[in-house]
């Protein structure tokens, strides 16, 4: 399985981008996709999940309200639309997915994913 993600790039604090996934290699079973993040000097944490079944989302704290997690019309594909942009939110940006099924508590944790992404730059100026 093979993530691409794209759609990073520098941006003044306030602004959006859209961040795109797409899967390749194994389409079927998908149990979720996500983003998480590093930060240089920092852990890499979660952002945002969705699941497959029920499309339920998933966001960590501090980008509730701002960023919105959908699925794709495509199969296999996740987006993350990213406003109200802070400076804090300067990482590069990972997609990941899971084919495994997961209880709810473990969708923030970065082990119950299998696949993860190259990673896209997002530099929020101030």
């Known amino acids: 399985v093979q993530l691409q993600a794209s759609g990073g790039g520098l941006v003044q604090a306030g602004g959006s981008l859209r961040l795109s996934c797409a899967a390749s290699g194994r389409t079927d079973g998908v149990y979720a996709m996500g983003w998480f993040r590093q930060a240089p000097g920092k852990e890499r944490e979660f952002v945002a999940a969705?699941?497959?079944?029920?499309?339920?989302?998933h966001y960590a704290d501090s980008v509730k309200g701002r960023f919105t997690i959908s699925r794709g019309n495509a199969k296999n594909t996740v987006y993350v639309q990213m406003n109200s942009l802070k400076p804090e939110d300067t990482a590069v940006y990972y997609c990941?997915?899971?084919?495994?099924?997961?209880?709810?508590?473990?969708?923030?944790?970065?082990?119950?994913?299998?696949?993860w992404g190259q990673g896209t730059q997002v530099t929020v100026s101030s």
């Open positions: 969705i699941r497959w079944s029920g499309y339920s989302t």
């Open positions: 990941v997915a899971a084919w495994r099924r997961m209880v709810l508590s473990s969708i923030s944790s970065s082990s119950a994913y299998d696949y």
